[in-house]
C-alpha cells in the first residue's frame, strides 16, 4: 500500500523510484544499492514481523560494506522511534509527506 502513496509522493517530489517489491531479500537489497547507487533507501512494514527483516537488511548493508553511501528511512505502522535505532535506520516516519520532507532535506 505504502508503494502507492508514497512512490506516487516521491516521485512528484522528481524522485526516482527504483521498486524492488515486496518480501525482498536482503541480498538483493546490497546488489541492487551497488548498481543503482541511490541517495536513499526506503523500506515499508506493515506488521511488526517486518521490523526483524529491516534489521536483518541494515546488517547486509553494513557487512557488504556500502550502509555508510546510502541514508535508510523505514516506514510504515509498526514504526517506531525504539524500531528505528533497533534497526540502524537514519530515520523513520508513519506519514507520506512527512517522508518526503526528510528525502528533500537529504538531497539538498
Ligand atoms: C489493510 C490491512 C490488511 C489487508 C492488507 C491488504 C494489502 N494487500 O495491503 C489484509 C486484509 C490482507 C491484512 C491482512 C493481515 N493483517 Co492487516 N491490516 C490492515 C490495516 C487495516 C491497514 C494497513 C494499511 O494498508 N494502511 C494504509 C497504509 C497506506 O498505511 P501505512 O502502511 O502506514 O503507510 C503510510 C505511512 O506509514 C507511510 N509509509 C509507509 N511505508 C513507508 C516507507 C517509507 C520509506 C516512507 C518514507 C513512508 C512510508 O506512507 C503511507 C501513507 O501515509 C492495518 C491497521 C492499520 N491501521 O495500519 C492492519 C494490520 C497491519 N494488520 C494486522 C494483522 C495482524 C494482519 C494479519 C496477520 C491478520 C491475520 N491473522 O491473517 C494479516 C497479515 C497479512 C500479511 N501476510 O501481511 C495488524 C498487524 C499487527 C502487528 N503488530 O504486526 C494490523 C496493525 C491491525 C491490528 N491493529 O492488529 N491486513
Known amino acids: 500500500m505504502w508503494v502507492i502513496y508514497f512512490r506516487s509522493m ?3 517530489a ?28 526506503g523500506m515499508s512494514g506493515v506488521l511488526t514481523l517486518a521490523l526483524d527483516s529491516m534489521k536483518e537488511t541494515v546488517e547486509t548493508l553494513t557487512q557488504a560494506g556500502v550502509r555508510g553511501s546510502v541514508k535508510v528511512i523505514i516506514g510504515g505502522n509498526p514504526v517506531t522511534r525504539e524500531a528505528s535505532l533497533m534497526i540502524g535506520a537514519d530515520a523513520f516516519t508513519t506519514n507520506a509527506a512527512e517522508g518526503v520532507k526528510i528525502y528533500q532535506g537529504w538531497v539538498k
Do not use: N, R, S, Y
Open 14 to 41: 522528481g524522485f526516482a523510484v527504483h521498486d524492488l517489491g515486496i518480501d525482498v531479500p536482503a541480498q538483493t537489497f546490497t546488489d541492487k544499492l551497488k548498481e543503482v547507487k541511490p541517495d536513499i533507501l
Open 10 to 12: 516521491a516521485e512528484a
